[in-house]
């Protein structure tokens, strides 16, 4: 019986047969227009802009061939490349060379009148030539020739000053004959306009008249500066308004480097000024330096524009700001340049192009950036220098903040450091407060005229780009555009936050330098320091509680919290009441911070320092005590403790974890200082595992915890017994493991579904591993041959039950018994075997479980599983 698609299935099984076959037609009609093309003879180019089959005109070709689609132009083939190009250049360099070796070396051999008609014959020659290959056609040769007539002028002029004007200055003959030149070659270059090189080499010849001429005058710097700041200028005009391309851009390369040359020649002038009239020389070609780009940058494409707006800016704020700089000591010149670079920001109302202007914006955040780059080492040097406190801990209160930092900073030349960082951050602040009269008056820069790139699927549906948004809200400056192909932009809430966060961070780094540049006791600087930690608590507090937990204020100011905490705490190991007092404060603090925060993150962080905290007060304890680091070891365990408490009082509360972590790791810290004496490493470790064993109470801590208290107590046994020096270790091991295992028993029967480590694992640890670690320094038999039968009894009850603990322990402990008793045994055989068995050996079992690998992976599976299926 046939099928018979529905109607709609085979309609569209039919489109897509006849869309592969309008693309198999496609195919085949392009290979044989290029077929057609390659059989056809040349034919006269068409006038440009004509294309008859664009307008429905049957192609050229054959009689009788089928007319192409509607618009379709087929490819012709590229011609293949000339050697034209090659040979006029490999002509044209030979007539150079020859040209330079006939001036210099056949030169002396002729006559004036000979010298003369050669170089005016050969030259005029050069010049002409090319016009009579533009008449003609022939566009490449009359290049060449133009290129060896320019190399001709040169070896002119060179000729003359050597013959006809030996005795005259090279540098003014120079810049007069550079300057013939470029007037000559642009007259040359504009009667034949067809040639490309003329005018570009005139345009290079114009950058040396006014250089070479300051310098054969013997003309100051300034001078100097002045003439390649008028270079720079005439280039800019070229560039604007000359003609081609290849004039434009030699233009504007030579306008770079001349004007270029010309900004540091006045900035080496304003910063070396001795006095304000000095600077106000410099300050003028500097200022003309900034008109001059902002006037190039009026009517140019967006990025030349917005180069332009920088370079202004930047050579203003020099210009304006040396003149006051040249007035005032080292350490406040910043100033004067902040200042002035902050004054760049009335640009946004001055009615400059929008590009122009934000480059002039860019340049005033370039100015403060530079500014901040300044003064930030100083504050790094606040922060970090109380570190050298902690090679001579409570060594007695220093006099002043500077001493107790031990830094080699220049103060006195940093003294504008905080001012530089206050006045940004109170513009910040200023920012973060009136946001909206800020986005109202940057409106005008906000504006974009470029269209997005648009997407693939806009593309695709052929709509020209992405669908526009309106903005959020009236007057806002940035837009949104609904496309993947659309850049975004930081929302104004971000930029809005940044501001806050900056005036926040940089207004706290102001207040810390300010303290060291007055030099201030440095009981006020601890204090201070502290104070400033606490309203920095108090905002991330204020912040987070207020539902912008997430926010850039809140978070750097947490940031700086912690940060200032830290910087404070070492600046008071200077002093033993200093510790006390700082630590205790920032215990409290950051201890009431997490109580009083609602964020989850925020309070975790709190919470954590404050335990720090207290775990460093505990420490002070021990050495005002005067104790050992051993016998302080016990103090240090009191925090820990509290955090065992506070971890039960929380429960599930998700900064439990965190603080009860925080507080394991100060019972590392603990045993770390034990670590020197024995005895007290016992102690220190019987008091983690009681703590262990605290929190192992709790059902959710009991996985973890129930086995490190186990570990714990096993171990402080172990070191124990060391410690005491016990060469029979079951005399007190015993009397530990039989209780233990009873009980394990005796939970065994009322659960039988309890894991056999927890009920039998300690008991059997506590005896046979410090067995075992005395067994192998054992020399007698008698020892190692009582574990191995207690190990096999062990390993057997085990693998009866069904027991993994007792199969487990059992097992290697039976193993390393053996193991140590078959050593010398081995060692001796191997000793008396040929050097080639063993690695024989080891190839032939590798083989055998190369050959065998399936069958001992699945042997290995079975083991796991019985091992995993035993309780």
């Known amino acids: 019986m046939e099928h018979v698609p529905p109607p709609a299935e085979e309609l569209a099984r039919l489109d897509r047969e006849l869309a592969e076959l309008d693309a ?3 195919q085949l009609l392009t290979r044989r227009a290029w077929l057609l093309a390659a059989l056809r003879p040349p034919t006269p180019t068409a006038a440009p802009g004509w294309n008859p089959s664009a307008w429905g005109a049957p192609p050229s070709g054959r009689p009788g061939a089928p007319a192409q689609p509607w618009g379709y132009v087929p490819k012709q083939p590229s011609a293949p490349r000339s050697a034209q190009n090659v040979l006029l250049t490999l002509g044209g360099l030979l007539l150079a060379v020859a040209a330079v070796a006939f001036t210099l070396v056949s030169w002396g051999s002729m006559g004036i009148g000979g010298r003369s008609a050669v170089l005016a014959a050969v030259t005029l020659g050069a010049l002409i030539a090319p016009a009579v290959l533009l008449r003609r056609g022939l566009a490449a040769t009359a290049e060449a020739l133009a290129a060896l007539a320019l190399v001709l002028t040169l070896l002119d002029v060179y000729a003359v000053h050597a013959v006809a004007a030996p005795d005259t200055d090279g540098l003014g003959f120079t810049a007069v004959a550079s300057a013939v030149l470029s007037v000559l070659w642009t007259a040359y270059g504009l009667a034949l306009g067809k040639l490309r090189l003329p005018l570009p080499a005139a345009v290079v010849l114009a950058q040396w008249p006014l250089l070479f001429w300051a310098w054969a005058a013997g003309a100051p710097a300034l001078v100097v500066g002045w003439a390649l700041l008028a270079t720079a200028v005439l280039d800019g005009v070229i560039a604007r308004w000359g003609k081609g391309p290849g004039v434009r851009v030699t233009a504007c390369v030579g306008g770079s480097a ?18 304000p009239l000095g600077a106000a020389a410099p300050g003028a070609l500097l200022l003309t330096a900034a008109a001059a780009a902002l006037a190039g940058a009026w009517r140019a494409p967006k990025g030349f524009a917005r180069t332009g707006g920088v370079v202004a800016g930047l050579a203003a704020v020099v210009a304006v700001g040396g003149v006051p700089a040249a007035a005032l000591s080292d350490g406040w010149r910043v100033l004067a340049y902040l200042l002035c670079g902050l004054a760049l920001a009335g640009v946004v109302r001055a009615g400059l192009p929008r590009d122009a202007a934000r480059g002039v914006l860019a340049a005033s ?4 950036a530079g500014a901040l780059v300044w003064a930030l080492p100083s504050l790094a040097a606040v922060l970090l220098g109380p570190v050298t406190l902690l090679s001579d801990v409570w060594a007695g209160s220093p006099e002043g903040f500077r001493s107790a930092l031990g830094s080699t900073l220049p103060w006195s030349e940093l003294a504008a450091a905080p001012v530089v960082l206050a006045l940004v951050a109170g513009l910040l602040g200023s920012a973060y407060r009136w946001w909206p009269s800020v986005v109202r008056i940057a409106a005008p820069l906000g504006a974009r005229e470029e269209t997005p790139k648009p997407d693939a699927a806009s593309s695709a549906a052929g709509t020209p780009g992405a669908a526009w948004t309106a903005p959020p809200g009236a007057g806002a400056p940035w837009y949104t555009v609904a496309g993947a192909g659309a850049r975004r932009r930081p929302s104004g809430a971000a930029l809005r936050g940044a501001a806050g966060a900056g005036a926040l961070a940089l207004g706290w780094g102001a207040l810390l330098l300010a303290g060291v540049v007055l030099d201030v006791p440095y009981a006020v600087a601890v204090a201070g320091q502290t104070a400033l930690v606490g309203g920095l608590l108090a905002l991330a507090v204020r912040g987070a509680g207020s ?8 978070v750097t100011a947490l940031v700086g919290a912690v940060s200032g905490a830290v910087s404070v705490g070492l600046l008071s190991l200077a002093s033993e009441g200093a510790a006390y007092a700082v630590f205790g404060a920032l215990t409290v603090l950051f201890a009431g911070a997490a109580v009083r925060v609602g964020a989850e993150v925020p309070r975790a962080v709190f919470a954590v320092a404050s335990v720090v905290w207290g775990t460093v007060l505990t420490g002070f304890a021990g050495r005002s005590l005067d104790l050992d680091p051993h016998e302080a070891a016990p103090l240090v365990l009191l925090v820990p403790a509290l955090t065992v408490l506070l971890g039960a009082r929380l429960r599930r509360n998700p900064v439990a974890l965190p603080v009860e972590l925080t507080g394991a790791l100060g019972a590392l810290v603990a045993v770390g200082l034990a670590v020197s004496d024995a005895p007290f490493l016992a102690l220190v470790l019987a008091l983690c595992g009681v703590l262990a064993a605290g929190a192992a109470v709790r059902p959710e801590r009991r996985p973890v915890a129930g086995y490190l208290a186990a570990a714990l107590f096993v171990l402080a046994t172990w070191v124990r017994l060391a410690a005491s020096e016990v060469s029979f270790p079951e005399a007190y091991t015993l009397p530990v493991s039989v209780p233990a295992l009873v009980v394990g028993v005796l939970r065994r029967r009322g659960d039988p579904e309890a894991s056999s480590w927890t009920a039998y694992g300690p008991g059997l640890a506590a005896t046979l591993l410090p067995s075992l670690a005395v067994a192998w320094t054992d020399a007698d038999w008698l020892r190692p041959l009582l574990l191995g039968v207690a190990a096999l009894v062990i390993t057997l009850l085990g693998a009866r039950h069904r027991l993994q603990a007792l ?19 081995v060692a001796q055989v191997a000793g008396a075997l040929p050097r080639w068995l063993p690695p024989a050996l080891a190839g032939l079992l590798l083989l055998v479980v190369g050959a065998t690998y399936e069958q001992r992976l699945r042997d290995a599976r079975r083991l796991k599983d019985a091992l995993g299926r035993m309780r």
């Open 24 to 26: 198999r037609r496609a």
């Open 258 to 275: 001349m004007g270029f040359s010309a900004l540091m020649v006045g900035l080496a002038l304003s910063t070396t000024a001795s006095g």
């Open 365 to 368: 955040g370039a100015v403060v």
């Open 547 to 554: 539902g912008r937990g997430a926010s850039a204020v809140p």
């Open 807 to 825: 199969l487990v322990i059992g097992g290697v402990v039976l193993a390393l018994d053996g193991l140590h008793e078959l050593a010398p045994y």
